[in-house]
């Protein structure tokens, strides 16, 4: 039973949008929340992380976490085909020293 | 550096053989994992090995076995193949206490 929830999509947004992915996971004592990004037949890169302090600005990236309703959302401006991607998104559920992964949103940026 | 490195890239087995798939890891990190990944399934947790000289099974270890060989390799045993291990399977090391993971580029079994 997954407890990190993911739309799996596909989110299609065109050039030069912001694309918000989300992100709902189930036990509230977690901290630490993790976006990969993961091309068509590669590994999935680590993009994005955010502990339980606070938001995360990273050049386009932006993480957001909302405690009160257990969700943590990626946002990314200016969208750019090369996005084009399934975003996975982790989370040390209740501490966990293990990361619980979503199933990943697929995210397709269209000129 | 190269990273996590995964050896085989590409493999195909008869069911009921077996092989191990390799992992080897440069960054001095304590932790390795085995996972795999299906279609709208996400990625699954096969085993984990916190420190050099333990192992832990994860969600889905049936079918499986491990080996931390030391600090730098972690290696994946399949006895005895079954369609069923047809998937793509991915080890990932963890820096320190970050629980940041860094992914090797997989090695996609096929299994008939």
């Known amino acids: 039973q997954k407890e990190v929830e993911q739309n799996s999509g596909p989110l299609s947004v065109p050039e030069g949008a912001i694309a918000s992915l989300n992100c709902t996971y189930s036990d509230r004592g977690s901290q630490s929340f993790f976006w990969y990004r993961q091309y068509s037949g590669k590994s999935p890169e680590l993009i994005m992380f955010i502990y339980s302090n606070g938001d995360k600005e990273d050049g386009r990236f932006t993480a957001q976490l909302n405690k009160a309703s257990q969700y943590v959302s990626l946002l990314i401006r200016d969208s750019q085909p090369s996005d084009s991607a399934t975003y996975l998104c982790?989370?040390?559920?209740?501490?966990?020293?293990?990361?619980?992964f979503g199933r990943g949103t697929s995210l397709i940026v269209h000129p | 550096n190269a990273g996590v490195t995964q050896t085989p890239k590409f493999q195909v087995l008869k069911t009921g053989q077996s092989m191990t798939l390799q992992c080897a890891q440069d960054m001095n990190h304590n932790s390795m994992y085995w996972y795999r990944q299906d279609p709208g399934m996400g990625l699954r947790l096969i085993y984990y090995s916190a420190s050099e000289g333990t192992t832990d099974k994860g969600e889905v270890p049936n079918g499986y076995n491990v080996s931390r060989l030391n600090k730098r390799e972690f290696s994946l045993r399949l006895e005895s193949a079954a369609p069923s291990q047809t998937s793509v399977y991915f080890c990932?090391?963890?820096?320190?206490?970050?629980?940041?993971?860094?992914f090797g580029p997989g090695t996609r079994l096929t299994v008939t």
């Open positions: 990932a090391s963890m820096k320190g206490n970050s629980y940041e993971q860094y």
């Open positions: 982790a989370v040390n559920l209740g501490g966990s020293y293990i990361p619980t």
